[in-house]
């Protein structure tokens, strides 16, 4: 992190702001000078409010002072959701490999995490490739499932692990760590981030409970996630939670398409997501309804 300074700096020039602008109200002119000299360290509570001062989150300004050595969680995780949507099992692999080196350099437990998952998925995607692993799924999964249950409070990352290990574990895993949500996190933290976070939770466990016919499941978490949509004005969510719901509520009485599920189709199909629609004829007929 030896050009600290000199980022801070180069982005602060680019968003045309003069030292002052940066400074003011957190520390003395000297002070910050010396920081973009990189001659001295802020302490982190100053070092988050420069960042404030430049619209710059933390990892944004972590990846962009060094992307190999701080690559952005986010960017990671599309990474993998990408090369498993394509089955790409070359760059699986390749993100397997990046994952244990980081972890093996930083020590950083989120690399560890990330490196299971994608363990997970060349495992559910490829079967027959375990990459010398000879411990199943739910083994496998353990050190994830060990940390969530042993924080006493979550917060975004856990709630964004949670989510992106989801499909990973068994069904009744999912469910019980999914039920844990509102128990492990702070009812007065509104930050969006989280809130959305939850909302995603609770739509891919009802998607979840869909594929394994857990229609009881299902309504529950359709539910959550359309309270949290309609809260959030989340149209595309509220669209599939309502979707789904209305989905297992056939499947348990009419076994046939209800005006819902058709009118929530032809929107999807008019909104341009012909995919999804094809996927939910698909669930459909594996749920014997017609």
């Not at 409010?49 to 989150?57: D, G, R, V, Y």
């Not at 990892?59 to 190999?68: A, G, K, R, T, Y």
């Not at 027959?128 to 979550?154: F, T």
């Not at 995603?200 to 309270?227: E, G, P």
């Amino acid at each position: 992190m030896n050009n600290y300074g000199t980022l801070l700096k180069k982005i602060r020039i680019e968003k045309g702001l003069s030292q002052k602008n940066v400074y003011s109200g957190i520390m003395t002119r000297q002070t910050y000078y010396l920081i973009e000299s990189n001659v001295s360290m802020p302490s982190f509570d100053k070092f988050l409010l420069i960042l404030e001062k430049l619209f710059l989150s933390a990892e944004e300004f972590l990846n962009l002072l060094d992307p190999e050595y701080f690559p952005a969680e986010n960017q990671l995780y599309y990474e993998l959701s990408h090369a498993v949507f394509k089955k790409d099992r070359k760059q699986l692999e390749l993100l397997l490999q990046l994952t244990n080196h980081r972890y093996e350099t930083t020590k950083n437990e989120k690399y560890y995490h990330l490196s299971l998952i994608t363990r997970a998925m060349l495992h559910i995607t490829f079967e027959e490739h375990v990459l010398n692993e000879s411990a199943p799924l739910d083994q496998l999964m353990l050190p994830i499932k060990q940390y969530l249950l042993g924080v006493e409070k979550w917060y975004l990352y856990e709630l964004k692990l949670l989510n992106n290990s989801l499909y990973c574990f068994t069904p009744s895993e999912a469910i019980a760590l999914g039920t844990l949500v509102t128990q492990k996190i702070d009812p007065l933290n509104q930050k969006e981030e989280l809130q959305d976070a939850k909302l995603r939770i609770y739509l891919n466990l009802s998607s979840l409970c869909l594929n394994n016919k857990d229609y009881t499941h299902v309504m529950r978490f359709s539910q959550q996630a359309i309270d949290h949509a309609k809260s959030d004005y989340r149209i595309f969510e509220q669209l599939i939670a309502q979707l789904n719901f209305a989905i297992a509520q056939s499947a348990i009485t009419a076994k046939e398409k209800s005006t819902n599920i058709l009118k929530y189709l032809d929107i999807l199909e008019t909104l341009g997501y012909c995919k999804i629609v094809e996927d939910y004829q698909k669930i459909l007929r594996a749920n014997n309804i017609t």
